[in-house]
């Protein structure tokens, strides 16, 4: 089945750090990848997203490119804020068979970003 | 995009009770979806709910426990049956237009506590 490994948790950063979050997948066929956003308290939020090889997403700062070689889809942001400080999921869906159109996640990555 | 509220935001329960947590989206969408977020967890798929039909449940989820309805195209309820303690988390509902390339746009969820 489908699955997805986000790198472990947590992560700390200053305030200007570059901003690295691994995800890696596994599944049949081409997927569509995605990148949510949850902040304390909140609901999910699409971050990006990429629908096929070599895509990249991007959104207020943040960048993932779709990588079918490697099977990644790794969130970056050069400058992180505080105000990023939230718990990021990787997540993709299938574009066919028994799993279309579901989400499956990965098990989140909670950032925190210090002044 | 969809925007979608839910209803309640957060309720506290008492063990062997029932809650209805209803989904309202501000467009007709294809796909509906609902999600459990335990605590510190990521989501886990409990159903797909389909229009007018019985939904689809996820393994490890039944329609005894959690048996959801759809009338329309932009509404959905998912009812907790029989709570426990274990039932603690947070119910989110999802939407998407059909198609597995778009992305599903979240609700802000719903925070149970059962006592």
């Known amino acids: 089945g489908n699955s997805v490994t986000q790198m472990e948790g947590p992560v700390t950063l200053s305030e200007e750090a570059f901003l690295t979050i691994n995800c890696t997948y596994t599944a049949t066929g081409y997927p569509s990848l995605f990148w949510y956003v949850q902040y304390p308290g909140e609901g999910l939020q699409l971050l990006l997203k990429a629908t096929k090889a070599d895509d990249k997403g991007s959104n207020k700062g943040f960048e993932a490119t779709y990588r079918k070689e490697t099977t990644s889809f790794h969130l970056e942001k050069g400058s992180v804020q505080v105000s990023d400080s939230a718990v990021y999921f990787c997540a993709l869906t299938a574009t066919g068979g028994t799993s279309y159109g579901k989400l499956t996640f990965g098990q989140g990555t909670i950032l925190t970003v210090h002044p | 995009s969809a925007v979608i509220s839910q209803k309640p935001s957060r309720d506290i329960c008492q063990r062997g009770t029932s809650l209805t947590i209803q989904c309202q989206v501000d467009s007709q969408v294809t796909m509906m979806f609902w999600y459990r977020q335990q605590p510190g967890q990521s989501l886990t798929l409990i159903a797909t709910?389909?229009?007018?039909?019985?939904?689809?449940?996820e393994s490890g989820f039944v329609i005894d426990k959690f048996p959801i309805s759809r009338p329309n195209l932009t509404f959905s309820t998912l009812t907790v049956s029989n709570m426990s303690p274990e039932d603690s988390s947070i119910y989110l509902c999802?939407?998407?237009?059909?198609?597995?390339?778009?992305?599903?746009?979240f609700g802000p969820g719903t925070r149970l506590t059962v006592l």
């Open positions: 709910a389909n229009q007018g039909s019985e939904a689809t449940y």
């Open positions: 999802s939407a998407g237009l059909a198609g597995g390339y778009n992305e599903q746009f």
